[in-house]
Antibody, heavy 120, light 107 residues
């Protein structure tokens, strides 16, 4: 069974930084596009960043562009999200998801998420 | 982005009954719609993609239909493990967007 496990969340103050990780197992990680989404309390899902299988394509939503950086290490089956200049509105559960089929916009596998809380 | 509107927000259904969930796009998304199930504390799970194709290991009681702007997820006979939040997603444009979810609860 495929597992995606996020880590690195926590409580930080506005302006601070965090690095999230997503560890994949039983997945042909290097063949999948990987994505970060987030879900603010009581809200729906927001797609915030994507990285193609060989890291040649990167995407950021307007809400995080310039502050967040996505990366991956295919040798470690791991995905990362470096988050700088955090704001209160970044408070959410952050989920990683893999698109491994013919259309990588379809999210075949998901993690449970890690909670990021930004508050002074 | 094409907003996706899901209805109802909450659906109360008895086990064994049929549940019909709706998703409406503000403009045509052709057939590029997927549905996901999320149970509390669990990872979301892909149910349906391409409007009507079941993902691997998804039971036949889950079916999707629709086209253009109107889409439906039907659960033919609800089982105890089906009580969850369901999200539709359109991926006709970039970035894909999700509806706000429909919570299916026990009546």
């Amino acid at each position: 069974e495929v597992h995606l496990v996020e880590s690195g969340g926590g409580l930080v103050k506005p302006g601070e930084s965090l690095r999230l990780s997503c560890a994949a197992s039983k997945l042909t990680f290097s063949s999948c596009s990987m994505n970060w989404l987030r879900q603010a309390p009581g809200q729906g899902l927001e797609w915030i960043s994507s990285i193609s299988s060989a890291s040649s394509y990167l995407y950021y939503s307007d809400s995080v562009r310039g502050r967040f950086t996505i990366s991956r290490d295919n040798t470690r089956n791991s995905l990362y999200l470096h988050m700088n200049s955090l704001r209160a509105e970044d408070t959410a559960t952050y989920l990683c998801a893999a698109g491994c089929g013919g259309d990588w916009r379809i999210l075949d596998f998901w993690g449970q998420g890690t909670l990021v809380a930004v508050s002074s | 982005e094409t907003p996706m509107t899901q209805s109802p927000a909450t659906l109360s259904v008895s086990p064994g009954e049929r549940a019909t969930l709706s998703c409406r796009a503000s403009q045509s998304v052709i057939s590029n719609v997927a549905w996901y199930q999320q149970k509390p504390g669990q990872a979301p799970r892909l149910l349906i993609y391409g409007t009507s194709t079941r993902a691997t290991d998804i039971p036949a009681r889950f079916s999707g239909s629709g086209s253009g702007t109107e889409f439906t997820l039907t659960i033919s006979s609800l089982q105890s493990g089906d009580f969850a939040v369901y999200y539709c997603q359109e991926y006709n444009k970039w970035p894909p967007v999700f509806g706000q979810g429909t919570k299916v609860e026990i009546k």
